[in-house]
């Protein structure tokens, strides 16, 4: 079993910065990639950013250059640097550690951009 642990949200200025954190434990051999998913009220879950276990980096459109994720294998926790964010970055933002046949969730953060 894998558990999953973001932190970090809250409510920013439009143009400001936050960092969120996705922390795992358990079974982490089992986990190939892990990334960070967003949802916004009344819209689908969308894909943010995510790495690999090699440190290959995806970006959403939206998020490329203003956005960086990053790992630290040591502390088994990948981070979310958000910066220049705006108001439509609000929305719960959710980290996942995929396995081969099954992905974990983490319970999400809410971030709030203010204009």
């Known amino acids: 079993q894998v558990q999953v642990v973001e932190s970090g949200g809250g409510l920013v200025q439009a143009g400001g910065s936050l960092r969120l954190s996705c922390k795992v434990s358990g079974s982490i051999f089992r986990i190939n990639s892990m990334g960070w998913y967003r949802q916004a009220p009344g819209k689908q879950r969308e894909l943010v950013a995510d790495?690999?276990?090699?440190?290959?980096?995806n970006y959403a459109d939206s998020v490329k250059g203003r956005f960086t994720i990053s790992r630290d294998s040591a502390k088994n926790t990948v981070y979310l640097q958000m910066n220049s964010l705006k108001p439509e970055d609000t929305a719960a933002y959710y980290c996942?550690?995929?396995?081969?046949?099954?992905?974990?969730w983490g319970q999400g953060t809410q971030v709030t951009g203010s204009s």
């Open positions: 996942d550690a995929a396995a081969a046949i099954v992905t974990y």
């Open positions: 790495i690999t276990r090699g440190g290959i980096a």
